[in-house]
């Protein structure tokens, strides 16, 4: 059967989830053929200005995974491209690819523009949502990838009416090819990853918003372009209409979704209330705090992440405001362009306010055309046309090795679309195992041209940043002035110095110029720096001889209103880097050992679900649990949210866990120690009164969470007050006592949402609302009332929410400014009173039992683990992955990874889809014989070294330490794989015995007497 | 504005929501409200008696039926049906409304509505001013035969009258034969350049149906009944109805909701033909009397006629009725239009329920909403439209006039005589007169 299994992976589109999928794929060992629809990747992502929680530049944290496709040598991009169909069985499928012609030569192709330029067709310019026009002739974007132009046939000239080939006659490439026909490829794949993405739903067929009638009524999407720099007025905030800066902003919630009109989704799209929040703080940073921004909404969803704290800041310290209401029609204020939005107040009154413009939050939804592949590729849907997929096993569809992520299982954000693609790539993978290494080839640079001795030639790459930088520092002036520093013998702006035709151009200048040190002036080191050492390593260049200048996050960002200032910082940064980078040095590759086993802490689902895909995948893994048996919380839940039973899956993980030749369970286990660095890890654990050592190369933190107990609603003081599965477990156990109960009240947000855990625990909305639907179920006239702050049924969970209103559950909304009252009423049970939030009057429910949806918390013992391996945690004791929307599974420690509870409060199926994440992400280390690691280390002079142990008292990672030489007492050794580079131990050095490489004292010098120009020359004085 | 705290009982008690609930198709989804305020953001009736719809669902739906019984807000809200047209969860407000009505006792109950609906029992006319079926055909005969002596070219004009087999059966308003007869004349002249062949009849004659807006099903069963039978009796294809929204409408649905036996018989509205037979030549509008002196128009949407039965299409028609017969340029379209228009407050039984304050204020928005066109004249195909913006007209001093499209297309066939034009304003008083 393995023999027959075929090393490559198809993956089919090319948003971030078809990207993340692509690449851990290929970085595992297998081939992947990715194949998108359009003429470039990036998908929608590549549309939106900003992200949240975090605000980073959509484009900014997207664009290295762009060009990191585009340079992929295992990576097989097709674009304008369309799955035909599929044949075969998991492990050995045939896919037909249709390829669209592009009528240009990519191989010739350098991008120059010019036939858009002469290009006589302007068409609306979807990427600008068609608030812009482009050129039949066009790249969707600026950064696209592959950065080739295209011609759009639907609007061409020359395919109307048989003349016009301006294009051709101007392109300086020969480029332009006429004849190019369709071409069907047959591909044969092991597994097929589907991430097609979604569509926004589209307004205007509901004559009640005016989209389409009254021009200054946007879509979110369209929103977005409007703040982007590439956008169709440049970044400028102006509202369509007269381009006037609007003083007043209102955005719509729930457009197209949590409506049960044919027109609309009953579903919640999960994303819009994050992004309406994201999008006012954005437009009040453009308008420099003028702004007026109001979201009009129902329940306000921000259950991820950071997402409470945003929506908090939002109100409390930008002074976004939030209007619970749903507004009916938007109507012109009068002829100027003005929007009238009529809405009743809590309390119900009627308000008129004017606004400049109105932002429709449009949800999202699957296409005819997604559907249609669905059916192609032989894939099940639900009613919502999303991808059914299996309950437990998250990213599989209804047919065997056939995966799915992102918004086509069901709506959801760019961090769960990116963990859901490492966890298809791990699914893949597991199935593929045997055949890894099979169709993959090595990347190689050429060898390294020797610099030592050389004279400094630097090249200065100055980017635009489409206008990030060049809006506001005068780029043009900047470069001129980097061409007359010393040492510098080239000097270049770019729009966009990160995109992959770019990274070509540097290749070239540094041949043709026979530059040895590369300065790149950008955005910042954080993000763009590896890609930049790729760049130049690929032209022979050893990597550490490129110097980033931050002229944009410490620059450009922050000096928005002095742009002559930041003009002369820009400058002042350069003449500081190129001042470095006379002194960089080329700097060997520092390579480890991998040890090829795993270590899983905690056995929850999550810990359970990592530790069976990695052993699926052939790794040896180890799993530690805390407690006697294996299972965690998920023991007590009896059932998903769209009603799988949790225990009988809980039973077959264990059983397949602890039957797995791979894996070694650990139970009633607790890490003691943990030692060592990515790929070298030792542990100590400890059994009862037994220790033992385990060797490893990576950890996976799924330490799990727990309810907090509350002090409040007689929690505790009366036997009728329960949290969580208890009241399901005390009728499950005692029927009577449903039987006799007449009234059953759930409070929500219970110790969640409040100052000491001021973030959303996500899971209970859902599980109370789940709760009481099985209570109805089993007696209908129970009276069973819910008391909430804002419903969090997200995404298709509306779905139960909206049963259970019409089972009859009463939904009352308190404030936390107002909380209801708990007493006890009588002998026999309790009176709830609680103000209503439509007829602000008290209501006294008398009820028979409480539960309580109590926050959740991480487990105790997460703080120490944290330590041993020096991850941070967050305020509110959450694992900090490495970066919330791209890396949700990382650390900035290497070799270490997180998944489930102990990372935020997820319910389970988000829990198995992280966890398998975490393995991929794991697996792509572990099977690497070695890894590189970053060698700016820190370098003991022994001849200076006095012995004194200074440096070896102030290192908290243990990467230096004293040894004996003999006759003459101690010197400092250093264990550099253990080293992160941070430089205390030369600081704390008195005889200035120890340096940083790459960040060497004479290197500092030489920068900081660059940065006062009426310093001597650096250069000279130290040498 | 410290009321009393709501106690829930312990005990189940049935509550009047859930009598509501069974009978209605879905429950009328009254479970299902998000509490979303969104139908009472786009309702008039918002704030009258410190009451609106989100408020009444609740109060229904925690079983305060105490405080909604005999609540006077059930008559200040006309059932519209815009909060339904928008409703995210589709719940059907108006109904909940409608069954609210019958909690008043009968006699209780607005007495304009309740003698309106009374009246129309009290014979076979189905008239809502009693008006019996003879009385009914002495006006016409006697307005048919002055018309034809004093209008030259009209000797042969008709108003049949139990005209068996007939295309179409002719429902009359009342208030024309009663108050002002010469009303009927225009539409009997377009009707007669249109080529249709049409009849009144003698029973159930009368288009009203103050019974439906009494809440009361068993006479609006019964008028609706009577007056359909009386078309069948007559063999007639369609069963129309003069520009009155709730007539048509209460036909319409009557039929519907009460399963009355109407196979052979299409119920359908006026104005749907009036835009047909200018589409097919055969009403030879035109609106050059228009062309130099630039009136402007307006109309509004019967809500009975649009969102609640024939919607956009129908709405669509109308604006070309108007546009045809005043020019494309000179009509200035309310906004929101069609079926999301506003509704005016002058139906639901509304003007009838002696409410009067309450109805100019719910009509105010109305009347902002004309202004913000300005528009001189209003073109409405409905009684009770026509009626309360002529009325917000006048209270606010908004100086448009009101019109029917009778009016406004005998006007620009130029068949429009002197008599004809009490509506019109002194401006076109002399326009376009028949030679």
């Known amino acids: 059967m393995s023999k027959d299994k075929i090393g490559s992976v198809m993956v089919v589109g090319g948003g971030i989830g078809g990207i993340q999928s692509a690449l851990d794929l290929a970085n595992a060992g297998f081939l992947v053929h990715l194949v998108e629809k359009s003429p470039a990747i990036g998908g929608i992502m590549s549309a939106l200005d900003k992200t949240f929680p975090t605000n980073d530049c959509s484009m900014c944290i997207l664009s290295p995974k762009l060009v990191e496709v585009g340079m992929h040598k295992n990576i097989h991009l097709l674009t304008l491209s369309e799955v035909e169909s599929l044949e075969g069985e998991a492990g050995n499928f045939k896919v037909t690819v249709r390829e669209h012609p592009r009528y240009i030569d990519v191989t010739k192709c350098i991008a120059c523009g010019k036939c858009a330029e002469k290009c006589p067709r302007k068409v609306e310019d979807e990427y600008n949502q068609g608030l812009s026009r482009r050129k039949a002739v066009h790249v969707p974007y600026p950064q696209a990838v592959p950065l080739k132009y295209a011609i759009d046939k639907d609007h061409c000239i020359y395919f109307e009416k048989g003349k016009c080939r301006a294009c051709e006659k101007f392109c300086p490439a020969d480029a332009i090819d006429f004849d190019q026909k369709e071409k069907i490829y047959m591909l044969e794949v092991g597994s097929v990853i589907v991430a097609p993405g979604f569509r926004c739903y589209n307004p205007s067929g509901t004559d009640r918003y005016g989209y389409g009638r009254l021009p200054n009524v946007v879509t979110s999407m369209e929103f977005e372009r409007i703040l982007s720099a590439s956008g169709p007025f440049e970044g400028h905030l102006v509202r369509p209409s007269d381009h006037k800066k609007p003083d007043k902003i209102a955005w719509l919630q729930c457009i197209g979704s949590r409506d049960i009109r044919e027109d609309s989704h009953g579903y919640c799209s999960g994303v819009c209330c994050m992004y309406a929040i994201k999008e006012a703080l954005v437009a009040k940073e453009h308008a420099g705090g003028k702004l007026d921004t109001a979201i009009f909404f129902m329940d306000m969803r921000t259950h991820g992440k950071g997402f409470e704290q945003t929506y908090n800041r939002a109100k409390d310290k930008e002074g976004v405001r939030f209007i619970r209401s749903r507004v009916h029609t938007i109507e012109p204020a009068s002829d100027t362009g003005d929007l009238s939005v009529m809405y009743v107040t809590e309390d119900g009154q009627m308000i008129t306010e004017t606004f400049d413009m109105v932002v429709l939050s449009v949800g999202l939804e699957i296409s005819d055309e997604i559907k249609a592949l669905a059916d192609k590729l032989g894939i099940e849907t639900d009613s919502d046309r999303f991808a059914l997929a299996g309950g437990f096993a998250p990213v599989a569809t209804s047919k065997p090795g056939v995966y799915v992520c992102g918004a086509f299982a069901g709506p959801k954000d760019i961090p769960q679309s990116v963990m859901e693609a490492s966890a298809a790539s791990a699914a893949a993978a597991a199935l593929l195992s045997s055949v890894r290494n099979t169709l993959t080839t090595e990347k190689t640079y050429p060898s390294e041209i020797p610099v030592l001795g050389e004279k400094p030639r630097i090249g200065v790459f100055v980017c635009h940043c489409g206008t990030n930088i060049g809006g506001i520092v005068d780029v043009p002036s900047v470069k001129e002035y980097a061409a007359t520093l010393p040492n510098v013998v080239f000097a270049a702006d770019n729009l966009f110095t990160c995109s992959q035709d770019t990274q070509e151009i540097i290749r070239q200048k540094i041949r043709e110029n026979h530059l040895n040190r590369v300065i790149v002036a950008a955005c910042t080191p954080r993000t763009h720096e590896p890609l930049f050492r790729e760049t130049i390593q690929e032209a022979g260049l050893n990597p550490y001889l490129f110097e980033f200048a931050n002229i944009r996050d410490q620059n450009s960002w922050v000096h928005q209103q002095e742009p002559e200032a930041a003009t002369r910082k820009a400058k002042d940064l350069i003449r500081m880097a190129a001042a470095k980078a006379s002194l960089l040095e080329a700097i060997e590759p520092l390579k480890i050992e991998v040890n090829p086993n795993a270590l899983v802490i905690g056995g929850g689902v999550a810990g359970m679900s990592a530790a069976l895909n990695l052993a699926d995948q052939g790794f040896k893994t180890f799993l530690i649990e805390r407690e006697s048996q294996l299972g965690g919380n998920a023991l007590h839940i009896r059932q998903t949210w769209n009603g799988h039973n949790v225990g009988a899956f809980v039973g077959e993980l264990k059983k397949s866990v602890e039957s797995h030749k791979n894996i070694e369970v650990l139970s009633g286990t607790e890490i003691a120690a943990i030692d060592g660095f990515v790929g070298n890890f030792t542990s100590t654990v400890q059994t009862g009164d037994v220790r033992r050592e385990i060797q490893h190369g990576a950890v996976i933190l799924a330490t799990g969470g727990r309810a907090s107990e509350p002090d409040e609603y007689l929690y505790g003081k009366s036997s009728r007050v329960m949290k969580w599965h208890e009241l399901d477990y005390l009728f499950e156990k005692e029927p009577d006592k449903l039987e006799k109960a007449t009234g059953v009240a759930f409070i929500q947000c219970v110790g969640s949402r409040e100052p000491d855990h001021p973030y959303c625990s996500k899971v209970c909305c859902t599980a109370s609302v789940q709760s009481a639907i099985r209570l109805k179920e089993k007696k209908p006239y129970l009276r069973v009332y819910i008391l909430y702050r804002d419903m969090r049924t997200f995404g298709q969970r509306e779905e139960l929410y909206r049963k259970a209103r019409e089972m009859g559950v009463i939904f009352i909304r308190y404030s936390v400014n107002e909380k209801p009252m708990v007493e006890k009423d009588g002998e026999d049970g309790l009176l709830i009173t609680v103000r209503d939030h439509v007829l602000g009057r008290q209501i006294r429910i008398p009820a028979d039992y409480l539960n309580l949806a109590t926050a959740i918390l991480p487990t105790e013992g997460q703080k120490q683990i944290a330590q041993m391996l020096k991850v941070p945690i967050n305020d509110e004791g959450f694992y900090l992955e490495a970066h919330i929307k791209l890396r949700p599974v990382d650390f900035s420690t290497d070799g270490v990874f997180v998944c489930g509870l102990c990372h935020y409060p997820k319910p389970i199926e988000e829990a198995i889809a992280q966890a398998q994440a975490a393995a991929a992400r794991t697996a792509g280390l572990l099977m690497k014989k070695t890894i590189d690691i970053e060698p700016i280390v820190s370098v003991v002079d022994e001849k200076k070294c006095i012995g004194c142990g200074l440096c070896e008292l102030s290192c908290s990672f243990s990467a230096i330490r004293l040894k004996k030489v003999v006759g003459k007492g101690y010197r400092a050794e250093n264990y550099s794989a253990l080293c992160k580079g941070c430089g205390v131990c030369a600081a704390a050095c008195p005889q200035h015995a120890i340096d940083m490489k790459h960040f060497r004292e004479v290197q500092i010098r030489a920068a900081i007497h660059a940065g006062c120009t009426e310093c001597a020359d650096p250069v000279r004085e130290a040498a | ?435």
């Open chain 2, 1 to 435: 504005m410290a009321e009393a705290a709501i106690r829930i009982s312990k005990e189940k008690k049935s509550i009047f929501m859930d009598t509501v609930k069974e009978i209605l198709p879905d429950k009328g989804n009254l479970n299902l409200c998000l509490t979303c305020g969104l139908c009472s953001s786009g309702c008039p009736a918002t704030g009258l008696e410190n009451m609106d719809p989100r408020k009444f669902l609740r109060m229904a739906a925690l079983g305060l039926d105490d405080e909604i019984t005999m609540h006077p807000w059930v008559w200040l809200c006309t059932m519209c049906e815009r909060c339904l047209y928008a409703c995210p969860m589709k719940i059907n407000i108006p109904r909940l409304v409608y069954e609210a009505r019958k909690l008043w006792p009968r006699e209780k109950r607005p007495k304009g509505i309740l003698g309106s609906c009374d009246m129309a029992l009290r014979n076979m006319s189905c008239s809502a001013m009693g008006t019996p079926e003879e009385d009914f055909r002495f006006v016409v005969n006697d307005l048919l035969e002055e018309v034809r002596a004093n209008q030259p070219g009209w000797e042969n004009l008709q108003a049949p009258i139990d005209k068996q087999g007939a295309h179409f059966f002719l429902s009359q308003n009342s208030r024309e034969p009663v108050t002002e007869p010469e009303e009927m004349v225009p539409l009997w002249k377009i009707l007669h350049l249109a080529g249709a062949d049409w009849t009144y009849s003698c029973t159930g004659w009368g288009g009203e149906n103050y019974c439906m807006f009494l809440a009361d099903d068993e006479n609006w069963k019964k008028i609706a009944e009577t007056t359909l039978q009386a078309a069948r009796d007559l063999e007639c294809r369609y069963y129309l109805n003069t520009e009155c929204g709730h007539a048509t409408y209460s036909v319409w649905m009557g039929q519907k909701r009460y399963g009355i036996k109407a196979d052979d018989i299409e119920i359908v509205p006026i104005v749907r033909y009036y835009a047909k037979w200018i589409r097919e030549g055969k009403l030879k509008v035109s609106s050059d009397w228009n062309k130099d002196r630039k009136i402007i128009f307006t109309t509004q949407d019967p809500c009975q006629q649009i969102r609640k039965s024939f919607g956009d299409p129908l709405a669509d028609d109308l604006r070309f009725v108007i546009k045809s017969c005043v020019g494309e340029e000179n009509f200035v379209d309310v906004y929101p239009n069609k079926s999301n228009n506003y509704c005016c407050g002058g139906g639901g039984g509304f003007l009838q329920s002696g409410y009067t304050e309450q109805r100019l204020k719910y009509g105010k928005m109305k009347f902002d909403q004309v202004m913000a066109t300005r528009a001189k004249y209003v073109a409405v195909p409905c009684h009770n439209c026509h009626a309360q913006i002529h009325e917000l007209s006048g209270h606010f001093e908004g100086e448009f006039h009101v019109i029917h499209l009778w009016t406004l297309i005998a006007l620009s066939l130029g068949v429009l005589a002197e008599n004809e034009r009490a509506y019109l304003g002194p401006d076109l008083q002399e326009v376009n007169l028949p030679n």
